[in-house]
Nanobody, 113 residues
Framework: QLQASGGGLVQPGGSLRLTCTTSRNIFDRRHMGWYRQAPGRERELVARINNNDDTVYDESVKGRFTISRDNYKYTVYLQMNSLKPEDTAVYYC?????????WGQGTLVTVSS
């Protein structure tokens, strides 16, 4: 129901743009978030964007990542710059707070030289 894409292998310092597409009933007038789960760790919130476009970021990505939304395309984006090896994870999108039945496959981001 929420399809994340745009992951891949990138060198440290590089950039990627993740895209999450969904349906109107999931997206419309809802707060949305990007989450990630690194190997051996719990899933965590990376960034969220409220329905009024206010944004909140985890301290670890502040100044490097930018979340945005297109309310006409029911799409959320995550622009990731200055990537670090510790950003390696599977990235997911969901509402914020998340609904358990909305977790999709996610998209793998690997930051490595």
């Amino acid at each position: 129901q929420l399809q994340a894409s745009g992951g891949g292998l990138v060198q440290p310092g590089g950039s990627l743009r993740l895209t999450c597409t969904t349906s109107r009933n999931i997206f419309d007038r809802r707060h949305m978030g990007w989450y990630r789960q690194a190997p051996g760790r719990e899933r965590e919130l990376v960034a969220r964007i409220n329905n009024n476009d206010d944004t909140v970021y985890d301290e670890s990505v502040k100044g490097r990542f930018t979340i945005s939304r297109d309310n006409y395309k029911y799409t959320v984006y995550l622009q990731m710059n200055s990537l670090k090896p510790e950003d390696t994870a599977v990235y997911y999108c969901n509402r914020w707070p998340p609904r358990g039945d909305y977790w999709g496959q996610g998209t793998l981001v690997t930051v490595s030289s």
